[in-house]
């Protein structure tokens, strides 16, 4: 097997069969699927159960709840000698080449650390369509961090289900447990230690956004508080690299700014969550700032 696909499971009973499929229907077969369920309260550690019996690619991992980091956590350790991994959420679903086409560019370019594609957002309405994802094409370390810390592109974006992923470059990374928006320190980390990022040209995933339950759903403005957090404590890793610590403080501070902006026509909010999040704002500007915006 070459392919491990790390899928976290929790509440997904009307949703999991439709992502489930979806992987084991991919025309890249040669694939390990982990499926983690994480003491779903519905049926879904039973219909993991059932395509165990059904397909050998699957392993099934049932474990105490811990949230969607702890699963994806231990996950990982069950990806062996697979050179590849990703990662997928289960109330998502792929098109039926996505893996094909990654591997494929991971075997047939060296250099490539990762590959990445793009995605559509599904509303309970609506369908949010990308015909190819914007600035697909190869980037170093410095070109992918830059627009990365801007935030500018969805197609450089924290989510670690939009890649493929080399083993070796994620090798000792792990998702901070506990805490909420995990994939921005993870997703920095990782685009730190790589050298060349691609991006597929096309639409490999479907995001199913704004359903009842959903783990981004819970997200309020006080889970960014433990975001600051984890990144301060990335800079202070990281402070005898003056790059690492400048784009770690440039991610910080564009954070700080878009969750500002979200309190700017509430009164009690802003002035609630100014005073909680001035702490980070004043060690930040002790730190080197980055423009990397472009036109």
Not at 233 to 250: D, K, P, V
Request: proline share 4%; aromatic share 12%; net charge negative.
């Amino acid at each position: 097997m070459k392919l491990a696909v790390v899928v976290p499971v929790y509440r997904v009973e009307p949703y999991l069969r439709q992502c489930i499929e979806s992987i084991l229907g991919q025309s890249y077969r040669d694939l390990r699927v982990i499926l983690i369920d994480d003491s779903s309260p519905d049926a879904s550690g039973a219909i993991c159960e059932e395509y165990a019996r059904q397909d050998d690619r699957i392993l099934v991992l049932h474990k105490e709840n811990g949230g969607l980091s702890s699963a994806r956590n231990l996950g990982l350790e069950y990806i062996g000698d697979c050179p590849y991994v990703t990662y997928l959420d289960s109330d998502d679903w792929l098109e039926l080449d996505t893996y094909e086409r990654c591997v494929d560019a991971l075997e047939h370019e060296p250099d490539l650390d990762l590959v990445g594609f793009g995605f559509d957002e599904v509303y309970p309405d609506r369908v949010a369509s990308q015909d190819i994802p914007s600035h697909s094409g190869r980037y170093t370390k410095e070109e992918t961090l830059t627009r990365y810390v801007s935030g500018e592109n969805v197609s450089i974006s924290p989510a670690v289900w939009q890649r493929v992923y080399r083993r070796e470059l994620i090798e000792g990374l792990r998702f901070v447990e506990g805490h909420s928006l995990e994939d921005v320190c993870y997703t920095f980390q990782v685009f730190w230690r790589c050298s060349v990022y691609r991006i597929l040209p096309f639409v490999g995933l479907h995001y199913r956004v704004g359903r009842p339950g959903a783990i981004t759903e819970k997200i309020t403005q006080k889970n960014a508080l433990t975001l600051f957090e984890d990144l301060e404590g990335l800079i202070l890793e990281g402070q005898h690299n003056c790059s690492f610590t400048a784009y770690g403080n440039t991610l910080l501070v564009n954070y700080l700014w878009n969750y500002y902006m979200l309190h700017l026509h509430d009164e009690e909010a802003y002035n609630l969550y100014t005073r909680l999040y001035k702490p980070f704002l004043v060690r930040a500007r002790k730190r080197r700032y980055l423009n990397c915006f472009t036109k």
